[in-house]
Structures are given as structure tokens and as C-alpha cells.
């Protein structure tokens, strides 16, 4: 293998004033744009930017309406997703595209099976397999059924097949939103081998400022479909690439940190679930934001569903406001006015298909009469949380899957807050979300601590724990490992604890 | 705060595959009509009152069933059982009434057995086959599959392969006669012969299930459950519905429309054949309930669709038989006319 070196930057790829128009808006607007051959190339922007619409034309998917492109000297004229794999252009998805019931190999060779007499060689599509997942330094099985691999390991199957179909242009759409603190710096050093070493030029789109900054050479931000700047990591801070993504100044991204009131509301005593979590507890004060930090696996989603009676417990007791409550089903939870939102709003948090006023007012159908539900109440709270949230919007009666993701978030949140509840678990709700929407996220969950309601957060985001939190518990192989001081914790210590390196009892 | 970014999406733009989606069904059931009525083979035949009333009182019992079916197929379920459990249902009711009115001879008493024993049976059997498919984690698909083989069985035993007949029980046999119910106006056929239009008993009761399904289904807190079970089974459990409640009321429900079918059914058959009735029945209200607009595949969907899923097949059979076109024909037209309203409603985002 031979070292890429980047001392001369020549361009693999040229973007030349491209524009698509879509029935309503113009999504990408006269963009032009250069790619250098074996550089890491990061492209953030806000929903709506023209990211995925611009990546889209590169993998084959959609066709500018106005504008070239020039790929290795050539003009691209894609007509198909399978066009643009001819060419050496590979896309992963943020919904990994690999077939769960089928084996590693499989996927690798999906499509382009290899054959002998007609049949498909097994053995000869593993050998191949294991070789292209060895260079990835990954020690996956090529028999594995994927179904049975991490979401990391998915993603490793992912680039192989690019691999295999010799991609030197790989772009990847958000891959480190759903992995942890350690699978992201393996696919870090994937990526940055096969970069060097293979040369092949990377794509990289992602919310994650930091890590954009960590791995790329270049970033370019759009916004509204149009280039803004393209800058170099070492020139800029993450402000200032917010600043040039939402197009003003951003301010403070975490409001002031407001007292809360000492009253416990929430004590969690004592729980055991199984395979998950191993004897956990805390207390919650009337008015305080609590961060749960952990890693993937440490527990902390499975302890809140169990919190939340949507997941069976072995043992453990919950008392709200001195009371023991009692709560086996999320229904109990409702009534005991405590909301859990959860993470994954697509599969678990939202019905995508039904309306706006359907989903925010679903889990309170009961305040909305008997027997016959009143349609314009129904309404009428909705439109008052879509207000309230600032959820962009036609109108309420629009579907959620046609909203983006910070918007859909917020349906998330309305259709909990419409339960009127006292204590509010958030799991991760700022996942996939715009830096804009995030910012308004923050705002209002301080605004709901700062109405005496009380928040367990549940976050892979360090900093907007440490930015937003009174207290940070971590979670550690299904223990409470340590609490820390919102005020005064480092992503150092959290990270100590929820890596086992330290321990702090001290909830 | 940050203020309104210029990006506010705007209104959702018309599209002719929206109003499709809609208004499909209505449509292909005003054009066939439209074209039933300016054929020459059925211009005269086609679109008077007495017709109409006649395809609508056919179709009746496999309205009901269709209305129950389409709770089943909202909430993502499927029920293949309801043509072995009408022939069930109906024949127990026959069975006792005959045996009531044997041993006390009061006529009065054994209808009124009949008429609650095959609704009450239709929503026992029912809620037994919600519990297999809840709380058992059974396949719908596998649960009622067994339904049908298991009911067609039972009756065949009940009767000994025969039939039962209910045959000069007036007051039974009155029931679903086209010569009862409210009556509409006189109406002079072609052969000159006056006759008095009713609404029949048994398209009464269908108009009457079919706005009380309306109604459930849209203004309800169940019948909202029903669309979010069907749309999204897991966000639904995490919004605290009770999803295997929703799922066993929604069997209970097409249990009791089947019974409810099944005595309409025996009175106006006379009695019921163990072999024979209800044969198929449940792929026809399937195809009511699809040719509607219901997804199959569950979340979405409409009561009214589905009686317009019966008039349509309603039609059908009754437009062949006044052209005169053998009724071998029957299978394919209906394929046909499926087809086509599927494709007329498939939604943009699918």
C-alpha cells in the first residue's frame, strides 16, 4: 500500500452551480464546489441546508436541474444509485441499507453475487469478506447474520461493501449518531486509514461540531441550499460554525443555570432489571434538571423505561412527592404524572403517519371526553404546544413524517407535556436534531425545570449535559457509578466513570 | 428565543393522487353506476329503486362482517375466520330455536333465543381468538386461519354435514323479508306488478352499524387506539395504550357483526347449510374493506370506504346478472375492479 501524501491538492470531485428544484422549494441553489482527492471532507448546515438533497445527486438518487458535476475528470450523469457504485461512489445512510436476515458475506456481495455455474459461491464471497473486514481491522464473522451485530459493526459491513466495490468516494450521512464515545473513534480510525492508505476521499456529514472538527481537513457549511464558507478546522471554534450554519449569532447555546428547590419529587430506590441494570436509585428535586450519562449499553435507557413501567422490573420501588407509586404500566406513569419520552422517536416516540394533533394529544385522550372526543379541543391543544415549541408547521392536521427531525422532536415533547406531567424523563432529545433546534430544546427544558417540574436527562452529549444539568449521575454496567456537580464536571470525568477508570459512590 | 427562520414550510401543495386517495372508491362507484345506467343491456334494469334496494339488502350481511373486518385490519390484524363462524353462529342459532320452539311451543321464545345466542357466540368466539392472538403472540393470519377450518368443522358436526332449516318459523323467516321493515313508496316493476319498497330489516342494520362504526372509529378514544396500534404498534405501547386490550376488543367487535350477520343471514336463507353458507365470506369483505382505501397492512382508514367497498362488489354481481353475462365471468370483473381501485388510491408516500 502506498501512502497518500495531500501535498498537491488536485479535485476528484467538482460541483459546478448546481441547482434542484423540487414541486415547492428550490432545494440546492447555483452551488459550486470542489472535493480533493483523499481529503476528509466535512458538510454541515442545518435541516432544510441541501445536504442530503446535494448527496443524493452524488450517489444517483436525484438529478440536478440545472449545473454539473465532474467526478475524476469526468462528467457524472447518474441515472441510479447502482450508476454511481460503477463509479466508484458509495453512500452510507444514516438508516444503514443492510438486510437483517442475511449473512455478512451476503450483504457484502448483495447484488453482485458471485457465481459458479449459476450458484452462488458461498466460500468464495467469505474468503473475500473476511479479507476486506480484516483490513478494516474488524474480527467480524462473515457468517454472522447481520441482525445479530452492533449498529458499529453494521456500519463496519457498510463500508466494506463499499470496499468491495472499489468506492473512492465514500460519503457517510450522520454514521456516529447512534454509536458510542468508543465505536466512534474505531470508525475514526477506519476512516482516516482508508484515507491514507487507500486514498479514498471521504464525505463526511454530520450535527456532531466536534467530531467534524476532529476528522476533517475541510468543512464546508451550507444554508437555505447554498455554499456559505468552506473552512479549515484549526481556523474555528464551534460557535463559529454554528454562527455560519444558522446564519446569526447563535448566543449562549445553554441558558443560565437557575437554582432549583430542595424538595424531593422523585425517589427511585432499588432497581433490577434484568440484564440491564443492577441495583440503581436517585432522588429528584423539585425544579432540577438530573444529566444520566453513560455509555451505549451502560443501562440508562432500559433503568428509564423501567421507571417509566414500560419495561418490566425484577425489583425496585418509586415514590413521587413522599407516596409510593406504583407503576407496572405506562399508563400507571401517566397517572402518577410522570412522562418518559423516548429515545428513538421514529420507532418508539412518534406514530410518522398520523397527524400533528393526532400524536401530541395520544396519550391523553382522556381528557378529551367520553365517549365522544372533541375534535376542536384536540386541535386547539395542539396548535397551543406547536406554538409554544415553536414546531414549524402548515397546519396541525399536517402528517409528522413530513416534518424534520427537531420538528418531529417536538411532537415527541408536546405529546408528554399534553399529560400535564410533574417529573419528565428525556432520553436522548436532541439526537439528529439541528444546532437552531437543539438551542430551543434547551431553552425548554429550562423553562420547564424553571416551572417546578422536574427532568431526568438521558444524553450521549457531554457538553449539553455539563452545559444544562444541576447533577450528572453516570452509569456504569447497570450502576449508579458516580454523581457529579453539573457546574464543575469535565467530559474527562464523565467519561472516567462511565468507563470504569474511577469510581465516585456517591448517590 | 430564536425567531421564525424563512424556511416555515408552506401549506401542502393539491395533488390529483391525493384526491384519489380520498375519493377513489366514491369515484369508481359513481363511474360504474354512470356507465350501469347508459349500457342498453342494463339501461332499464340498472337504475330504478327496487335495484338498488336489492343490491343493498344482498350485500347487507356482508356489510356488517365487512365493518367489523375493518377494525381488524386498522389495527393491523386480518380475520379469515368470519365465513366458518357466520354457518356456526347462524347454525346454533337455528338449531336451539328449532329445539326451543319443539319443546315449549311458544314460536315468540325461540326467535328471541336465536337472535341473542348468534351475536352473544360471535363475540365469545371472537374475544377467544383476540386472547390467541394477544396475549398467545399468535399470527392473526394463523389464529383465524385455524378459526376457519375449526368453525366449518363445528357446524358440519353440529348438523351431521347437513343442513338446518328455519323454514315456516314465520316470524324468524320475517325477519329479513323484503316485505318488512319501514316502507319506502310503491313502486310499479316491469311486469306491471305493484309492489311496496321497504328498507329491509337487514339494510337497517347495516346503515346503522356502519355510522355507529363511523363514529367509533373516528371520534372515540378506541377508535383512535385502533388507527395508532395499526400505524405504529410499539409508539403506541410507549404511549400507554393498552395494545392487547385494543386488539382483543377489535376481534370481540367482528364476533359480534358476524352474529349479528349470521341471524340476518339464517332468516333469510331459511335455516343455514353447513356445507355451504358463508363460504368465502371473508375474502369478500376483505375486498370491501381494501377497495375502501383501508391499508391492508394497517394504520389508516375509513368505515365509509368500506360500504362503498360492499356497494361496488354489489354492483358487480348485479350488473352481470341483468346483462346476462354468465356469472363465470364474475371472478375476473371483481379481480379487475380491485385492482383498479387500489391503484387509484395508493397514497404518494408509499
Redesign the interface.
Known amino acids: 500500500m502506498r501512502a497518500y501524501l495531500h501535498s498537491v491538492p488536485e479535485p476528484i470531485l467538482t460541483i459546478n452551480g448546481v441547482t434542484k428544484d423540487y414541486?415547492?422549494v428550490r432545494a440546492v441553489n447555483d452551488l459550486s464546489l470542489a472535493i480533493n482527492r483523499g481529503e476528509a471532507h466535512g458538510l454541515i448546515g442545518e435541516n432544510?441546508a441541501g445536504k442530503s438533497t446535494l448527496m443524493k445527486m452524488l450517489s444517483g438518487l436525484e438529478r440536478p436541474t440545472a449545473g454539473s458535476i465532474t467526478f475524476e475528470g469526468q462528467p457524472l450523469e447518474l441515472r441510479s444509485a447502482a450508476d454511481a457504485m460503477k463509479r466508484g461512489i458509495a453512500m452510507i445512510h444514516q438508516e444503514l441499507n443492510l438486510i437483517g436476515e442475511l449473512s455478512v458475506a451476503d450483504n457484502i456481495f448483495l447484488g453482485r453475487e458471485r457465481t459458479t455455474l449459476g450458484l452462488v459461491d458461498r466460500g468464495s464471497a467469505e474468503t473475500a469478506a473476511l479479507k476486506l473486514l480484516n483490513q478494516l481491522g474488524s474480527n467480524i464473522s462473515p457468517r454472522t447474520r447481520v441482525n445479530r451485530l452492533s449498529i458499529a459493526d453494521q456500519q463496519l459491513v457498510e463500508i466494506a461493501k463499499a470496499l468491495s466495490c472499489e468506492a473512492r468516494l465514500l460519503i457517510m450521512d450522520e454514521p456516529t449518531a447512534v454509536l458510542s464515545e468508543r465505536e466512534t473513534n474505531a470508525l475514526f480510525r477506519v476512516v482516516n486509514q482508508l484515507r491514507l492508505h487507500r486514498g479514498v476521499t471521504i464525505i463526511y456529514i454530520s450535527h456532531i461540531l466536534p467530531e467534524v472538527r476532529r476528522l476533517c481537513d475541510r468543512i464546508t457549511v451550507l444554508r437555505?441550499g447554498q455554499y456559505v464558507k468552506t473552512v479549515e478546522p484549526r481556523e474555528v471554534d464551534d460557535a463559529d460554525l454554528a454562527r455560519l450554519m444558522v446564519g446569526r449569532d447563535?448566543g449562549e447555546l445553554f441558558p443560565q443555570r437557575a437554582a432549583h428547590l430542595p424538595d424531593t419529587v422523585l425517589e427511585v430506590r432499588n432497581f433490577f432489571v434484568d440484564g440491564w441494570v443492577r441495583g440503581a436509585g436517585f432522588e429528584l428535586h423539585r425544579g432540577e434538571i438530573l444529566g444520566l450519562a453513560g455509555l451505549v449499553g451502560s443501562g440508562r435507557t432500559e433503568f428509564a423505561e423501567a421507571i417509566a413501567g414500560?419495561r418490566r422490573r425484577r425489583s425496585g420501588s418509586v415514590s413521587i412527592i413522599g407516596e409510593p407509586a406504583d407503576i407496572r404500566?405506562?399508563?400507571d406513569?401517566?397517572a402518577h404524572r410522570l412522562a418518559?419520552v423516548?429515545e428513538d422517536r421514529k420507532?418508539?416516540?412518534?406514530?410518522?403517519?398520523?397527524s400533528i394533533t393526532?400524536n401530541t394529544t395520544?396519550?391523553n385522550?382522556?381528557a378529551y371526553g367520553?365517549?365522544?372526543?372533541k375534535?376542536a379541543a384536540r386541535r386547539a391543544s395542539a396548535q397551543e404546544h406547536a406554538r409554544r415549541l415553536?414546531t414549524?408547521?402548515?397546519?396541525v392536521q399536517?402528517?409528522v413524517?413530513?416534518l424534520s427531525g427537531g420538528n418531529q422532536q417536538k411532537v415527541a415533547l408536546a405529546?408528554w407535556l399534553d399529560t400535564k406531567p410533574n417529573v419528565l424523563i428525556l432520553d436522548e432529545p436532541t439526537r439528529g436534531v439541528d444546532i437552531?433546534a437543539k438551542?430551543?430544546i434547551y431553552?425548554l427544558i429550562h423553562q420547564l425545570a424553571a416551572e417546578g417540574r422536574s427532568i431526568v436527562m438521558i444524553s450521549s452529549e457531554m457538553p449539553e449535559l455539563i452545559g444544562l444539568c444541576h447533577r450528572i449521575l453516570v452509569m456504569r454496567n447497570g450502576r449508579i457509578v458516580g454523581a457529579l456537580p453539573g457546574e464543575r464536571a469535565t467530559e474527562a470525568d464523565i467519561m472516567h466513570l462511565a468507563a470504569g477508570l474511577r469510581e465516585n459512590r456517591v448517590a | 428565543?430564536?425567531q421564525?427562520?424563512?424556511?416555515?414550510?408552506?401549506?401542502?401543495?393539491f395533488h390529483w393522487s391525493d384526491v384519489f386517495e380520498t375519493w377513489g372508491g366514491l369515484i369508481a362507484l359513481v363511474i360504474m353506476a354512470a356507465v350501469c345506467s347508459l349500457l342498453p343491456a342494463t339501461r332499464d334494469s340498472f337504475l330504478n329503486p327496487e335495484n338498488i334496494l336489492n343490491i343493498i339488502n344482498q350485500k347487507a350481511f356482508l356489510g356488517i362482517v365487512a365493518i367489523g373486518m375493518t377494525f381488524v385490519i386498522i389495527s393491523g390484524g386480518i380475520d379469515l375466520s368470519v365465513g366458518s363462524m357466520i354457518a356456526f353462529v347462524g347454525g346454533l342459532a337455528v338449531v336451539l330455536m328449532k329445539k326451543i320452539i319443539d319443546s315449549s311451543g311458544t314460536e315468540w321464545l325461540g326467535v328471541l333465543a336465536a337472535c341473542a345466542i348468534a351475536p352473544l357466540a360471535g363475540m365469545v368466539l371472537g374475544w377467544i381468538t383476540g386472547l390467541i392472538v394477544s396475549k398467545g403472540r399468535v399470527a392473526p393470519f394463523i389464529a383465524t386461519l385455524c378459526g376457519l377450518a375449526a368453525y366449518r368443522s363445528a357446524v358440519l358436526v353440529l348438523m351431521d354435514g347437513g343442513g338446518e332449516s328455519a323454514f315456516g318459523v314465520s316470524s324468524f323467516e320475517a325477519i329479513s323479508s323484503t316485505n318488512n321493515g319501514i316502507p319506502l313508496l310503491n313502486w310499479t316493476d316491469a311486469t306491471g306488478r305493484e309492489i311496496a319498497l321497504h328498507l329491509t330489516w337487514p339494510i337497517i342494520v347495516f346503515i346503522s352499524i356502519a355510522v355507529l362504526g363511523q363514529?367509533l372509529l373516528s371520534?372515540?378514544?378506541f377508535g383512535?387506539?385502533v388507527?395508532?396500534v395499526g400505524?405504529?404498534e410499539?409508539?403506541?405501547?410507549?404511549?400507554?395504550?393498552?395494545v392487547d386490550r385494543v386488539r382483543l376488543i377489535t376481534y370481540t367487535l367482528i364476533g359480534l357483526c358476524t352474529g349479528i350477520a349470521a341471524v340476518l343471514l339464517a332468516s333469510r336463507l331459511s335455516g343455514i347449510d353447513s356445507s355451504n353458507t358463508g363460504i368465502l365470506l371473508e375474502l369478500d369483505a376483505i375486498a370491501a374493506v381494501v377497495i375502501g382505501g383501508t391499508r391492508l397492512s394497517g394504520?389508516?382508514g375509513r368505515i365509509w370506504g368500506t360500504v362503498i367497498g360492499v356497494l361496488i362488489l354489489g354492483m358487480i354481481d348485479n350488473v352481470l346478472i341483468l346483462a346476462s353475462v354468465s356469472t363465470h365471468w364474475q371472478g375476473l370483473v371483481t379481480a379487475g375492479v380491485i385492482l383498479l381501485a387500489v391503484l387509484l388510491q395508493r397514497s404518494r408516500?408509499e
Open positions: 414541486p415547492a432544510g437555505d447563535l414500560v404500566r405506562p399508563a406513569a401517566i418518559y423516548s420507532l418508539r416516540g412518534l406514530h410518522l403517519d398520523l393526532e395520544l396519550a385522550l382522556r367520553f365517549p365522544l372526543l375534535a415553536g414549524r408547521c402548515a397546519t399536517q402528517r413524517s413530513s405529546k437552531g438551542q430551543e431553552g | 428565543m430564536i421564525d427562520k424563512p424556511n416555515t414550510p408552506s401549506a401542502p401543495r363514529v371520534h372515540t378514544r383512535r387506539y388507527v395508532a400505524s405504529n410499539t409508539a403506541a405501547r410507549y404511549s400507554a395504550i393498552n394504520g389508516r408516500s
